[in-house]
Structure formats: structure tokens, C-alpha cells
Nanobody, 123 residues
Framework: VQLQASGGGLVQAGGSLGLSCAYS????????MGWFRQAPGKEREFVAA????????HYADSVKGRFTISRGNARNTVYLQMNMLKPDDAAVYYC?????????????????WGEGTQVTVSS
């Protein structure tokens, strides 16, 4: 399984940015997909996760109402739409895959990780 995140960049506070994560390997629809982020000097933290079929999602409180996770199983891709960005959202964002049925917000429960993509938010 390989994951490749893209779409990061520089955005002003209050702006929007969309991330994508391309998946290759075993059947994509059998994996829960998650987004995590890590800011300098901080631990990696959960952002959002989505279930196999896309009907179940879970968000960190800090992004609820601003971020939306979705997946396109036909395209083997998971997305993270980020709106109303804040300087605190600046981090390296990682996508991850979990070979289990249930969503988890714990990084240790994810089996595969992609390279991160940098998101910078200017105030």
C-alpha cells in the first residue's frame, strides 16, 4: 500500500485549501482513511477519518465545521477540504490507511502512512 498526499501550500487565514491523497495497493474500499497533522514542536494529531463507504466520518473538535473529509473509491483517493483556515492549522498533513472496519482517531491504529504535505497559513 502506498499513499501520496498533495495539495498543500500557502493560504491566508480565512482561506480554503483542498488536500488529496492517492492510494495504490490493495482494495481501497477496504480501508478506513484518515488525515493527521503535525506542527513543529508538537505531536502528530488526528484531524479527520472516513469509513469504508464514506458514510461515516469523524473529526477533531478543532476542525469540526470547517474541514470536510470525503473519498472517491472509484479514484482511490481521499480528500480533505479545509475552509476558514486559521494559523493554528499550519502543519504537515499526512494521510493514513487503516485495515479495519471501524474509524479510529489514534495514529497507532493506522497501518500505512504517506509522505506529508505542508500547509502554511499566514495571519
Amino acid at each position: 500500500v502506498q499513499l501520496q498526499a498533495s495539495g498543500g501550500g500557502l493560504v491566508q487565514a480565512g482561506g480554503s485549501l483542498g488536500l488529496s491523497c492517492a492510494y495504490s495497493g490493495r482494495t481501497f474500499s477496504n480501508y478506513v482513511m484518515g488525515w493527521f497533522r503535525q506542527a513543529p514542536g508538537k505531536e502528530r494529531e488526528f484531524v479527520a477519518a472516513i469509513g469504508w463507504s464514506g458514510d461515516m466520518t469523524h473529526y477533531a473538535d478543532s476542525v469540526k465545521g470547517r474541514f470536510t473529509i470525503s473519498r472517491g473509491n472509484a479514484r482511490n483517493t481521499v480528500y480533505l477540504q479545509m475552509n476558514m483556515l486559521k494559523p493554528d492549522d499550519a502543519a504537515v498533513y499526512y494521510c493514513a490507511a487503516r485495515r479495519k472496519r471501524y474509524i479510529s482517531w489514534l495514529a497507532n491504529y493506522y497501518n500505512y502512512w504517506g509522505e506529508g504535505t505542508q500547509v502554511t497559513v499566514s495571519s
